[in-house]
């Protein structure tokens, strides 16, 4: 679930990104120039290192745990002098697409909306993992190690029903071996040539993100 709300003009906006890892915020800051890089043009992406464990909170707790980490963002863009546009928040499922991850993504997305208030909020809920949505761009791996070829077999499926791409990725590239710290390097390469408006096979939850972010109205810039 995404908001969309008209900016008033003033300093610059800013988006902040949340996430399990520095790595998952890296990738979802490429995604995001991606997808909508009117956008990103348009405001400056941050961050904040605070935790991020909503998918598995519900009710009071979960309204809680949203407020919080939106005003640890909120607090961020004033420290940055700008507006604060939005949130992005990232976390893995460790699951496949099913009731449960429906379930999570409906509840923590209505949570941080209503946190955000005026502002806009997106969440990135991974199925399984986010190496899960680097296997849509199997070609990235090569461009980032010339020695990683993702074989045939793996392309054009639906990569949120591997249940482990983490594991399963660090069991084939071995030669060096791949490590989450790879996984912002692939995105970048990706989306230096070009490779992440054209995913190679399929990922809801992938999909789902990138329909609610594209929903995200682009500020107007700042008064003068």
């Known amino acids: 679930m995404s908001r969309r709300r008209t900016q008033k003009p003033s300093s610059r906006g800013i988006v902040v990104l949340a996430g399990e890892s520095a790595n998952d915020r890296r990738m979802l800051a490429a995604f995001i120039k991606a997808a909508h890089p009117d956008l990103a043009s348009a405001v400056t992406l941050t961050e904040i290192t605070d935790p991020v464990r909503l998918r598995k909170k519900a009710g009071p707790d979960l309204a809680t745990a949203a407020s919080t980490l939106v005003s640890k963002a909120r607090g961020k863009a004033r420290l940055k ?37 005026p502002a806009s909020s997106v969440y990135a809920l991974a ?33 949120g029903r591997r249940r482990t791409p983490k594991e399963d990725l660090e069991g084939l590239l071995t030669s060096p071996r791949f490590r989450e710290s790879d996984g912002p390097e692939i995105v970048s390469a990706a989306l230096r040539q070009g490779l992440l408006g054209n995913p190679e096979g399929s990922n809801r939850s992938y999909q789902e993100f990138l329909a609610d972010l594209r929903g995200w109205e682009v500020p107007r810039p700042p008064a003068r």
């Open 81 to 117: 002098s700008g507006e604060f546009v939005g949130i992005a928040v990232h976390e893995d499922m460790d699951a496949c697409p099913g009731p449960s991850y429906d379930a999570a993504r409906k509840a923590v997305s209505a949570a941080l909306d209503k946190a955000a208030g």
């Open 127 to 159: 199925a399984a993992e986010s190496e899960a949505w680097l296997l849509l761009f199997p070609g990235a791996f090569t461009l980032h190690r010339a020695s990683w070829k993702i074989p045939a077999s793996w392309k054009g499926k639906d990569s």
